[in-house]
């Protein structure tokens, strides 16, 4: 029996002789996969990949040394897309990838290559064009975020090796006026501790961790390693830092730099300065809480408390928190601000932003409102891992997040990428008869992104009133502001349309005190069973409302007031929306001031 699978063994091993391809990669049938061999002479190897199918361990070795593990859909039947891996440091040398469970007639095997470019449609149907956007592969949470000398840093949650959630790492791009992003790609990369989870960056001024080395003041960053051991997986926090401005990242020797044993959820480091106790502060989120520590150096850290057991939502995991200090709009008073993302447990079922209003002394948060109490950042289905930048200038508090959901997040139909950011979100603190909201409204740079625009003289929508081509370009990105004013009308609302018959409809109904998004015929949407939406926010009842709605071709963003409601809802309509068409049920209003602006960086 033994001498029968010998044999089959070595037939398979001569098969695995023809399969090698013209361009020198050699590959091997070995006990659990295949083993592909090359001597690298380009920039990439050129990975086909199956979007579907179940990733595959893979190591990948130089000079019989292991240099990464990856989890790749190396394609078995169709190519859906490539993704490169850059080989130009190996060159000359022996490079190696053992894959587990690819078979030997996979179709990836014959048309693996290497090559110095890589190609790619950037332009696909569903890219957005003032979104930010990863160049290919898939991305969720914004981290690291960082202002430093002129630059907007945002770092993210990056599989450069495939458009669904793998591999994680850290990209990178940065900016200067939050619109025009240059992408760096990874900056930090998974290591033998395991792959790069979600976290923040920090300019560590005065040194106090040492790491400083020369004139330029170091960044700090910090993230979670996430590291596969068996059937679970454990979770530590990592350091990594720059000493030139956060081109290049070095990992700290003594890795990691905070463990805890029994809890594997233990995740997502935020860092932030705290004046009046002159020490860095550190929130984590644990399982269903937030723990609390601090340090002088930002390398040995102390737990002063946690926050969080009885407080707010709690049907999923609590990830990536933020905190920092507010001033109360039109008043002298400040308060505190943590954000708490959580999944699933939604407002709308999956992952969506929640936050608490209090006071925190350097080393405990309180939170000043009913512990039961439940705030949402934002009211759409797409709005998760919110996360604000440390150290922007004038103390202004800008955050920006993921624009999807893990319910459908990883289904969604673009290719080469997935997920885009919302716009950057200027938080403000307003204080109500009873209590605070964090307002949520588009960064004043945002409205540097209009172009042309249109002015439509005042409507009275008696049941229906239609614009028609409301852009005359066809990117889909436009921005439609107006005020709703004389209302006697039991609901309003307006449906953007395509040529197509596909829409999304918006509309406002005072007795039930709701603004709904409804995107249920909005496009494709049978990709997914949770997609197919209808939410709602809350509405306070007024005599006239400001509308303010961002459209960027797969995104529409409603802002209501100052930002007092935000809903942010992905689509994926099979043509652009053009068509506006207002409407109004038991009664009338008066749209007035309706601006349309075409929107490009
Ligand atoms: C939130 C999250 C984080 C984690 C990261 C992994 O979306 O689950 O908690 O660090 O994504 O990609």
Not at 48 to 56: R, S
Not at 274 to 284: A, G, I, P, R, T
Request: glycine letters at 6%; charged letters at 20%.
């Amino acid at each position: 029996m033994k001498a029968y699978f010998k044999i089959v063994f070595i037939l398979s091993m001569a098969f695995a002789l023809f399969a090698c391809k013209s361009n020198n990669i050699k590959v091997e049938t070995i006990e659990d996969g295949i083993k592909i061999s090359l001597v690298p002479q380009k920039k990439f190897l050129l990975l086909p990949i199956e979007d579907k199918i179940k990733e595959m361990a893979s190591v990948v070795t130089v000079d019989a040394k292991v240099v990464a593990n990856y989890n790749l859909c190396l394609a078995q039947k169709q190519i859906d897309y490539y993704m490169p891996l850059d080989i130009s440091q190996w060159k000359g040398k022996t490079l190696e990838i053992k894959v587990v469970g690819l078979s030997l007639d996979a179709l990836s095997l014959k048309e693996l290559k290497q090559s110095d470019d890589f190609e790619y449609d950037y332009a696909e149907t569903y890219r957005p064009s003032y979104h930010f956007t990863p160049p290919y592969g898939w991305m969720n949470d914004p981290n690291g975020m960082v202002y430093y000398k002129g630059q907007y840093h945002l770092f993210y949650q990056w599989n450069p090796f495939g458009s669904r959630w793998e591999n994680m790492t850290w990209g990178h791009a940065t900016s200067r006026d939050l619109l025009i992003w240059d992408n760096h790609n990874g900056a930090i990369l998974p290591d033998t501790l395991g792959t790069i989870f979600s976290g923040s960056a920090v300019a560590d001024i005065y040194n106090t961790s040492g790491l400083q080395k020369g004139e330029e003041k170091v960044l700090l960053a910090f993230y979670t390693y996430h590291k596969t051991v068996g059937d679970t997986y454990e979770q530590s926090q990592g350091l990594a830092y720059s000493n030139n401005a956060g081109k290049n990242w070095n990992k700290y020797a003594k890795n990691p730099i905070i463990t805890k044993s029994g809890f594997k959820d233990f995740r997502d480091p935020k860092v932030v300065w705290h004046e009046d106790s002159q020490k860095w502060v550190m929130l984590l989120s644990v399982d269903h809480y937030i723990e609390i520590y601090s340090s002088s150096n930002a390398i040995d850290w102390t737990l002063e408390s946690d926050f969080g057991k009885n407080q707010g939502a709690h049907t999923g995991q609590w990830e990536c928190p933020d905190l920092f200090e507010l001033k109360v709009e039109n008043s002298n008073e400040s308060k505190w601000v943590l954000i708490c993302n959580i999944n699933p447990g939604g407002v709308h079922g999956g992952s969506a932003t929640q936050y608490f209003i209090g006071n925190f002394d350097g080393k405990t948060f309180t939170n000043q409102s009913t512990p039961s109490d439940v705030k949402w950042l934002d009211w759409g289905k797409d709005f998760y891992a919110a996360v604000t930048w440390g150290n922007a200038p004038q103390n202004r508090h800008i955050g920006i997040a993921w624009m999807s959901n893990w319910e459908y997040g990883k289904e969604v139909p673009s290719k080469y990428f997935r997920s885009a950011m919302t716009v950057p979100r200027q938080f403000t603190l307003v204080k109500t008869q009873s209590d605070y909201t964090l307002f949520n409204y588009p960064s004043s740079e945002v409205a540097d992104l209009r172009k042309r625009s249109k002015k439509i003289d005042n409507l009275i929508v008696d049941r229906e009133c239609n614009v028609d081509n409301i852009c005359q370009n066809t990117t889909g990105a436009f921005e439609i502001v107006f005020d709703v004013a004389n209302i006697s009308s039991e609901v309003f609302g307006f449906k953007l349309y395509n040529n197509k018959g596909q829409f999304s409809d918006i509309y406002f109904n005072i007795p039930e005190k709701k603004i709904w998004v409804d995107r249920r015929n909005s496009g494709k949407v049978d990709f997914s069973e949770n997609f197919s939406s209808l939410v709602y926010g809350p509405l306070e009842i007024k005599n006239n409302y400001q509308i303010r709605i961002l459209v960027d071709k797969a995104s529409i963003e409603l802002f209501e007031g100052n930002g007092q409601v935000s809903m942010t809802n992905i689509v994926f309509p099979d043509e652009a929306y053009n068509r506006l068409s207002f409407y109004s049920k038991g009664g009338t209003c008066e749209i007035k001031n309706l601006t349309i602006y075409e929107l490009a960086k």
